[in-house]
T-cell receptor
């Protein structure tokens, strides 16, 4: 089955700096890659996603890149702010019908230091 | 506000007891999912449902059962709780066509 590895497990950055989280996946059939942000006591919330026919996607301070050949994708957060502090999960998904088989990474705890 | 509602938010349960976690969505999504989240292991799929009336097993189904009598509700039942089922449980749903999953805020369950 699919295996998703996520690094680093923890990341501390100064406010205003950039943060990068990297993930690799094993199954070339995966075609959809969402990123989730989870705040304490809350469920994961989708922040950005990318499909396999796109190499890069940007939404304000957040961007995601995908390299299908190397089977890795990354989350980039620029101009970090204290409210960006949370746990971030990458995921690899396959299936375009009703059920999506989603495999999650183990998470990155991001701390933005004011 | 549209979304997923889970209940209870937390529960302490004696081992051997039966427990049902409730999940309701108002987005008319066909697919629904139950995950458990454990430190260092991320989110692992317990059971899923493609549409009302159908269910399937995920990665860690043992000790859990689900039902999907209608589109909106997807309860998860622990028939006889064991301490290893102590975890945070998340319900999610998604529309068709490769749409992202939307999560509830979870149920924190402790089995003593």
């Amino acid at each position: 089955g699919e295996n998703v590895e996520q690094h680093p497990s923890t990341l501390s950055v100064q406010e205003g700096d950039s943060a990068v989280i990297k993930c690799t996946y094993s199954d070339s059939a995966s075609n959809y890659f969402p990123w989730y942000k989870q705040e304490l006591g809350k469920g994961p919330q989708l922040i950005i996603d990318i499909r396999s026919n796109v190499g890069e996607k940007k939404d304000q301070r957040i961007a995601v890149t995908l390299n299908k050949t190397a089977k890795h994708f990354s989350l980039h957060i620029t101009e970090t702010q204290p409210e960006d502090s949370a746990v971030y999960f990458c995921a690899a998904s396959m299936g375009s019908g009703g059920y999506q088989k989603v495999t999650f990474g183990t998470g990155t705890k991001l701390q933005v230091i004011p | 506000i549209a979304g997923i509602t889970q209940a209870p938010t937390s529960q302490i349960l004696a081992a051997g007891r039966r427990m049902t976690l409730r999940c309701t969505q108002d987005m008319r999504h066909n697919a629904m999912y139950w995950y458990r989240q454990d430190l260092g292991l991320g989110l692992r799929l317990i059971h899923y449902s493609n549409t009302a009336g159908t269910t399937g097993k995920g990665e860690v189904p043992d000790g859990y059962s689900v039902s999907r009598a209608n589109t909106d509700d997807f309860p998860l039942t622990l028939a006889s709780a064991v301490p290893s089922q102590t975890s945070v449980y998340f319900c999610a749903s998604s529309g068709t066509g490769g749409q992202p999953q939307h999560f509830g805020d979870g149920t924190r369950l402790s089995i003593l």
